[in-house]
């Protein structure tokens, strides 16, 4: 079917930077919104940043001039680029894509297992 596969988590210092890559492939037809979920412990999962097909983005206030979401549609990957980070960005990322399938009709919600970003002294 279809795989999100992320990487680029890991343990930064505060003030750090982080690049997260998200990769979408198997029986896709094209891919729609893309976006970044983050779910910390104790905490439901809240949306991050999100980028159209088009390339218009949104982001939650919290990543705002910090955070940068942005793709490549011939590779059907993502990113996010997050810079200033601090403890409380401490989370697990999730990738998560609108995508049509072959031989469907209609968009369908996929995710990626998760990344670890830890951000710490």
């Known amino acids: 079917q279809v795989q999100l596969v992320e990487s680029g988590g890991g343990l930064v210092q505060p003030g750090g930077s982080l690049r997260l890559s998200c990769a979408a492939s198997?029986?896709?037809?094209?891919?729609?919104?893309m976006a970044w979920y983050r779910q910390a412990p104790g905490n439901q999962r809240e949306l991050v940043a999100r980028i159209t097909r088009g390339g218009i983005t949104s982001y939650v206030d919290a990543a705002k001039g910090r955070f940068t979401i942005s793709r490549d549609n011939a590779k059907n990957t993502v990113y996010l680029q997050m810079n200033s980070l601090k403890p409380e960005d401490t989370a697990v990322y999730y990738c998560?894509?609108?995508?049509?399938?072959?031989?469907?009709?209609?968009?369908?919600?996929?995710w990626g297992q998760g990344t670890q970003v830890t951000v710490s002294s």
């Open positions: 998560n894509g609108a995508i049509l399938t072959v031989g469907s009709s209609y968009l369908q919600a996929f």
């Open positions: 198997g029986s896709i037809f094209s891919v729609d919104v």
